[in-house]
């Protein structure tokens, strides 16, 4: 259980920190705004490819630490569970049919 604890907290760290720079320099117009890091992307006429593959980027980042985080602390661990419990309720069914 320590190990995909240990995962979905890199997963976490690295994608959350990777969102935050991305989303500090594209969705932080002004730094006496109230709503840094929520606003709308706002990119320039003159946008590069760079500047729509780090918006593309940023949105991945996202999803993947929170999808990430998720499978590793829930997904992971419930099907360890279930297929624990399966494998329990299996061998009592048979032990009664030894019986």
Known sequence: MADEFIKGLGIFTAG???WVVLAG???TSSFE????LVEPV??????????SLSVVTMDMLFWF????SLTFWVVIPV???????IENR?????QLEKF
Do not use: C, M, P
């Open 16 to 18: 959350g920190l990777g």
């Open 25 to 27: 320099w594209y969705r």
């Open 90 to 94: 299996t061998q009592w069914v048979y």
């Open 33 to 36: 705004s109230s709503q840094q």
């Open 79 to 85: 099907f360890r569970q279930a297929r624990e419990e």
């Open 42 to 51: 706002s990119l320039s006429d003159s946008a590069t490819l760079f500047d």
């Open 65 to 68: 630490t929170i999808i990430g």
